[in-house]
């Protein structure tokens, strides 16, 4: 489904609209500043709110300096690859234009054979739902289109995706937080 070009474009840093294992996500580069901050502004994102950071393994969780203890490891190894995204600590000032004074980044290793592969190629993505800021998530590829026109290079269709977002659990002292339920459902441990 994800071809070489696709791979080319979000490589230099082009904005594209690809299916997760969830919804639709705008994505591009975590690691391009400026085409993150172009995300910011096409979807008129209040800019205190990080993204969610797509990976296609946990390994490349070490581009971001985070550091994995044993029980947070167990807990990954629990959700992922899955509909859980899992904020994990990132104090860094180099990633402040992704964590947005936080401290911390949200990671989803997604179940999503394609996803994952073409995340290898082309390193972690940020993504974010299909819509501007306090408006419905596009379903389709059409809806999308509606939203956002040409300010998106790359449009993937594989029909209409209705599902909830990813469930986002806060990993603190090896302590799971509930931060959204969503699609998978978390109870305290």
Not at 32 to 43: C, G, H, L, T
């Amino acid at each position: 489904m994800f071809n070489q070009n696709l791979i080319t474009s979000l490589k230099k840093g082009e904005l594209s609209i690809l299916p997760t294992d969830t919804l639709y996500g705008i994505h591009t580069p975590a690691l391009n500043i400026k085409s993150v901050e172009n995300v910011y502004k096409i979807r008129n994102r209040a800019p205190e709110k990080p993204f969610i950071i797509l990976i296609g393994s946990i390994d490349q969780l070490k581009l971001f300096r985070i550091e994995i203890d044993k029980k947070t490891n167990k807990i990954l190894n629990k959700y992922w690859p899955g509909k859980v995204s899992i904020v994990l600590p990132c104090p860094y000032r180099e990633f402040e234009y992704l964590h947005r004074r936080t401290n911390s980044l949200a990671f989803r290793f997604p179940n999503k054979k394609d996803l994952t592969e073409l995340i290898l190629k082309t390193g972690p993505l940020v993504s974010t739902s299909v819509n501007p800021e306090g408006k419905p998530p596009a379903k389709t590829i059409k809806e999308a289109k509606e939203y956002f026109g040409d300010k998106i290079k790359n449009y993937i269709d594989q029909g209409k995706l209705e599902s909830l977002p990813s469930t986002v659990i806060k990993i603190q002292n090896g302590e799971i937080k509930i931060i959204r339920q969503g699609e998978v459902i978390i109870h305290n441990e």
